[in-house]
C-alpha cells in the first residue's frame, strides 16, 4: 500500500525541514510519497528526492481548505495523510497507520505535546493531524469546506468527523504514539493558536505573524532540532497515561 503524506507549508522553511526529516525517517517498508504545497509567491523551496513533491504556486490560496482539497487531489497513494510543517513525526508514523488502518482510515486521539521546556507530554485530544484516509473517502465526504461554523483552530473540518463516524479509534495498544504535537515552540507561527470567528482576518494574521520569511529560492536542509525518539521515551517514562489536550494546553478548542 503506497503512503500519501501531504504538507501544506507558508513562509516557514525552518520548520518544514524538522516535517521533511520526519518523512524521510520513516520506517515503512511500503512505497510513500510527500506533497509539499508552498502557496508564497516570492519563495521557492528546493528539494530534489524522487519521494517528495514540492508545489510552488504562483499566488496565495484563498483559504486552508482549498489548499487541502489541491494536495489531496495530487495524491497517488492509496493512504493520504496529512502532515503539518509545525510538527513532529517519529519514524513509525506510516507503519502503524498502515497496520491500524479500517478500510483505508484511521484515527487516534494520543499524541505527544512539547513543553516550554523542551520535554514532552503524553495526551490525548482531536486534532485534524492525527486522521488518515483515501481519496474516495474525501470525495465521498464532500472533501474539506471553508466555513467558519465548521472549522476548529486544530484543522478538524466536516469532513473529519464523518471519518470519525465511520471506524472505530485506535487506542495506544501498546503502540507509542507517532505524532508531536509542536505549539509552545511554534507558538507565534502556529495557525491554532491564532484562531478567531473571522476565518478571512485569521487568514491575514497567520500572513503577518509569518512576515520574516526569506523571499528567493530555499534549499531545504532537512534536520531535527531534537532528539524526539528519546524525549518521546522520556514522556512515557514520567507519565504512561495520556493527559486531556485542554488541561495541558488551555488555548485547545477541541
Known sequence: MKITAI??????AELLEEALQSFLMQDY???????????EPKQKLIFNHSQVVIKNMDDRAPNLATKYNYAASLATGQMIVPWDDDDIYLSHRFSTIANQQQGLLWYTDNMFTDSEDGSLTLTSGR???NHAYSQRFLIRAGAYQRHPSIVSSCGDFAVIGQLRGAVKM?????????????????????HSTMYIEDYEKQWDNYAEANSDYQAGEIHLSPHWSADWHTLANEAIARNPI???LHQVDPSYRP
Open 7 to 12: 504538507c501544506l507549508t507558508y513562509r516557514r
Open 242 to 244: 495520556p493527559q486531556l
Open 170 to 190: 485506535v487506542g495506544p495498544d501498546n503502540i507509542m504514539p507517532s505524532f508531536i504535537y509542536r505549539k509552545n515552540s511554534t507558538s507565534t507561527r502556529n
Open 127 to 129: 486534532v485534524h493531524t
Open 29 to 39: 517498508a511500503g512505497e510513500k510519497e510527500l506533497i509539499i504545497i508552498n502557496d
